[in-house]
């Protein structure tokens, strides 16, 4: 069973800046280095609070679809 598909709102994409940050993390930490020094950037910071917002309005599009389901609606 897929996951329903959902539009990425204009308030949860990346700037450049973020995708650079995220690029370098993902970089360093595959070729096993350590990420600790990019965290410390402004950048790095805001993509932290948007992925922290993003989870949590997963969780609670996941909630409220197995509220749903629970009570017999249709998604």
């Not at 204009?10 to 450049?16: D, E, V």
């Not at 350590?34 to 790095?44: H, Q, Y």
């Amino acid at each position: 069973m897929s996951e329903p598909r959902h539009a990425l709102k204009a308030s949860q994409s990346f700037s450049p800046d973020e995708v650079g940050v995220l690029d370098a993390i993902f970089s360093t930490l595959l070729r096993g280095g350590d990420a600790g020094v990019l965290i410390r950037s402004k950048a790095a910071a805001a993509t932290y609070r948007k992925i922290v917002v993003m989870r949590n309005s997963i969780a609670r599009q996941s909630a409220a679809l197995a509220l749903g389901k629970s009570a017999g609606e249709e998604p």
